[in-house]
């Protein structure tokens, strides 16, 4: 992702649905709870490939390496899943949260672009769980940088708390916060 407003930060929202059952004369018996959803937002400043990933999945621009890009943007692929990871770090602290199944983006929300302010985007992804007996989620970490959690190239071998990735790729939706490493 790159740079992510930082005074924003990620905003998680865990949405369930409840329901109080009443007795004959208004005496609560029980409650049902159901439909739960797991949501986070962010704002990214830039404009690069993962970002347009995101925003446009299936999008036909070019990036360069110097910042440029060029090419159209289509109507985005609105059933595009992807892993996303997040990842915070403040001085030798690093924090991580990696889905364990994939993730959406439930909502494209307003870009900014004006002459004060760092352009930015919100966009809210929905994290679905595994599957099973005991669905997950994220996987999760929070603990001292270690030497082979380098800064700005891809780790070749999973991290802590990373569930690992099997095709090799790690797909549109990482994303690095925090301080910009």
């Known amino acids: ?13 865990v949405e369930v649905e409840s329901e109080d059952l009443y007795a004959w004369g208004g005496v609560l018996v029980a409650s049902t709870h159901n439909n739960f ?3 986070r937002k962010f704002l990214p400043f830039e404009d690069n490939k993962t970002v347009y990933d ?8 070019d990036f360069s390496g110097d910042g440029g890009y060029e090419g159209e943007i289509r109507v985005p692929d609105l059933q595009a899943r992807f892993k996303i990871a997040f990842e915070t770090r403040t ?8 889905s364990a199944n994939y993730a959406q983006v439930a909502e494209r929300g307003e870009s900014t672009e004006n002459a004060t302010e760092l352009a930015k985007r919100e966009i809210t992804v929905a994290i679905y769980p595994t599957e099973g007996d005991e669905p997950t989620l ?5 603990g001292q940088v270690r030497p082979d959690d380098g800064g700005e190239e891809e780790e070749e071998e999973n991290g802590p708390g990373d569930p690992g990735d099997e095709d090799g790729e790690n797909g549109p939706g990482e994303e690095d916060g925090g301080d910009g490493e």
Do not use: I, S
Request: hydrophobic fraction near 30%; charge should be negative.
């Open 37 to 39: 959803k797991v949501t």
């Open 91 to 98: 001085g030798d602290l690093v924090k991580r949260t990696v």
């Open 54 to 61: 995101l925003m446009y999945p299936g999008h036909g621009v």
């Open 138 to 142: 994220f996987y999760t970490y929070k």
């Open 1 to 13: 992702m790159g740079l992510l407003d930082g005074e924003e930060g990620f905003t998680e929202t």
